[in-house]
């Protein structure tokens, strides 16, 4: 997105409470809780509740875009008439992290695109979404994926700590909106303030421990080149198969559906919800046959659709680099260790100062 100087305010953050009020005259107001040492997107009726000074949540904020169970109709086996119960409300997402900014700018992607899903589209646009800047922790890679900034997804307001205030980025006409709403609690900018959003922005990749992140170049054709490499049976001998990393991912949409009959059988439910690829029935079709049997072979399945399989479908990488599969996965099962032992370099310091040593000799 282009920047323009009259496209940004200032939010000092001694009106950051005013401001969430105000934000619940948009819709149901969204952002990060923090319970017993994690944080996860509820409702907000206590904006005193709301976090800023958070690293991830358990689950994205893709949750309040694609429930992970929802009825997509109901009928009468007698009468066959249907019912659809979907009644979508106005919704502020607040405290959207750069990196799950561009999850839904992914999941955007595979609903509208081609064959817009109609209840997505309508969710969508009742929602607004308000992002914030963040400092990342180890497990955090999204430098890597380029999606450590919010340049390419769409957002409503992106917000940059400056210090003691807030610098607020508009990228909307719905942002326009709030802002002329809430006008009040703005100000202008200052030169001091763009040079501080700046500097935040330029030191950003300092907050990264570069010699852990992975590098990304060209890891479609190295993931495919390595498809009988031993680390696929090697990573997957400690998986448990339990579904957490694809659950807690930003990007990852699979679904089924099942009928279910009320108690007098005379009422369906149509339901779906989210599954995983690394459940072993999740590969099961009619016959008995199971596409993916080895628990392996699922195991390098989300490895390359997320490396591979997203570049042909929406020419992106599909995984944005957040950290949540690594940091929730039982069994410690690192993503960005898996790539380097695909890559054949496990310590990206000690390459660049063999390099360092080829190149002056």
Request: glycine fraction near 6%; include cysteine; aromatic fraction near 12%.
């Amino acid at each position: 997105m282009e920047f323009h100087i009259d496209k940004a305010k200032v939010l000092p953050k001694s009106n950051f409470r005013l401001f969430l009020e105000g934000l619940k005259n948009f819709g149901v107001l969204i952002a990060p809780k923090k319970k017993k040492e994690k944080f996860f997107f509820d409702v907000i009726d206590d904006t005193s509740e709301v976090e800023v000074d958070y690293t991830r949540t358990i689950l994205p904020p893709k949750k309040f875009l694609i429930p992970y169970r929802r009825e997509r109709f109901s009928y009468d086996v007698e009468t066959l008439e249907f019912k659809d119960n979907f009644t979508p409300e106005n919704q502020v997402i607040f405290g959207i992290h750069s990196c799950d900014l561009h999850g839904i700018s992914i999941l955007d992607s595979v609903y509208l695109k081609e064959n817009p899903d109609p209840r997505y589209l309508e969710v969508r646009k009742r929602t607004v979404l308000i992002g914030l800047s963040c400092k990342p922790d180890d497990f955090c890679f999204c430098l890597s994926t380029g999606t450590a900034f919010p340049d390419g997804t769409n957002w409503d307001l992106f917000l940059t700590d400056i210090g003691s205030d807030y610098f607020v980025t508009i990228g909307s006409p719905k942002g326009d909106e709030i802002v002329i709403s809430l006008k009040g609690l703005f100000r202008e900018i200052t030169k001091e303030d763009l040079s501080l959003y700046k500097k935040s922005t330029s030191q950003k990749k300092f907050l990264f421990n570069l010699d852990k992140l992975p590098d990304l170049g060209r890891i479609s054709q190295v993931i495919e080149l390595e498809y009988d490499s031993e680390v696929w049976e090697e990573e997957a001998k400690k998986c448990l198969g339990c579904g957490t990393c694809t659950n807690v991912c930003p990007t990852c949409f699979c679904y089924t559906a099942v009928d279910i009959p009320d108690l007098n059988g005379k009422k369906i439910s149509r339901v779906e919800f989210t599954t995983s690829c690394q459940y072993p029935y999740y590969s099961l079709v009619a016959g008995g046959h199971y596409f993916k049997p080895k628990r392996s072979a699922r195991f390098k399945h989300r490895y390359y659709h997320k490396f591979v399989g997203y570049s042909y479908q929406i020419e992106k990488l599909g995984c944005v680099g957040c950290g949540r599969c690594s940091a929730e996965c039982p069994a410690k099962i690192s993503m960005v260790e898996t790539i380097k032992k695909l890559r054949g370099v496990e310590d990206e310091k000690e390459l660049r100062e063999a390099f360092n040593e080829t190149s002056t000799d």
